[in-house]
């Protein structure tokens, strides 16, 4: 069987985007997910994003980072899914409804209110998730912040001269965090926050929607920053609005690469 995919991006962020909301699809699974986005052998991207109709929202978007496994929540496939569909839009996610509003050039998202208790992150016991008593290395005191996905938030003096590359798998990876954790560093100049993620089953990324979201929550929380607030990536700038007790409303670009059909035998 032939499956039309879309190759979409938000801020160098990559993903294949698979539409089953008219069409029929056979079921991904963690195998054809982690086969089609590997960038050796398949089509490659960082994300696999699955378009599916909801029962309870205007359609349902699953996740799936490039190792295969499926997680809650996407910020740049939001942006994604909403210049693909083009109108204002309830999602449902796994990790919570979201609501898109496309823009000019990608979309306006409510990404839900964040969860701060430290079984929501989860951790494996309890501590303040605001400055937490725990290091790694040259890494230490961070925030854990729910935005739908699990993040941890490390603020240092430049986060360019963070190895995240070696440190990233290892937190990751550490029992401390039972569904493995999203990582990053952020630095803030002039208001503004700098940021690099090592994100959960995908590794160094161009941009990570959600971490900017969450690392900015965490950084109007410690005090350090005023919302609105502009955060940097790699891959370019992110705006989040985020006040105590409210959702978290992220702006930002969205970009359709190309479109092309793939043969899901090769895959399955
Ligand atoms: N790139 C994403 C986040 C994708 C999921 C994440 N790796 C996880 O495992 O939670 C974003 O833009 O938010």
């Known amino acids: 069987m032939r499956v039309p995919f879309i ?8 993903f294949i985007m698979l539409d089953a909301r008219e069409a029929e699809l056979p079921a991904v699974t963690e195998r054809s997910a982690a086969a089609l986005a590997n960038r050796r052998t398949g089509i490659g991207c960082d994300q696999l994003i699955l378009l599916e109709r909801s029962a309870n929202a205007d359609f349902r978007m699953r996740i799936f980072n490039s190792d295969g496994g ?10 994604a899914a909403a210049l693909l569909h083009g109108e204002p839009a309830k999602v449902e996610t796994d990790g919570g409804i979201i609501e898109l509003s496309p823009t000019q050039s990608g979309a306006r998202v409510d990404m839900g209110v964040p969860s701060f208790e430290w079984d929501s ?10 400055a937490m008593p725990v290091s790694w290395e040259m890494l230490g005191n961070p925030s854990a912040v729910n935005v739908g996905n699990p993040h941890v938030i490390f603020f240092v003096r430049d986060c360019e001269d963070v190895p995240l590359d070696r440190l ?14 999203n990582v990053n560093i952020a630095d803030i100049r002039n208001g503004a926050v700098n940021l690099r993620v090592w994100e959960r089953g995908a590794g160094l990324t161009r941009a990570c929607g959600t971490g900017a979201c969450a690392t900015a929550v965490a950084a109007i929380r410690r005090g350090l920053v005023a919302s609105p607030v502009t955060v940097n990536l790699p891959g370019g700038p992110l705006q989040i609005e985020w006040n105590e ?3 978290i409303i992220m702006e930002g670009p969205a970009t359709e690469a190309y479109r092309g059909t793939f ?3 090769d895959y399955a």
Do not use: Q
């Open 168 to 181: 990233g798998p290892l937190i990751e990876n550490d029992p401390l965090f039972p569904t493995r954790i």
């Open 245 to 247: 007790g409210g959702s």
């Open 263 to 265: 043969e899901w035998a």
């Open 7 to 14: 190759k979409m991006h938000g801020l160098g962020n990559d």
């Open 121 to 130: 992150i989860p951790l494996d016991y309890a501590m303040d998730t605001a």
């Open 70 to 79: 499926e997680v809650e929540a996407c910020g740049n496939a939001a942006r």
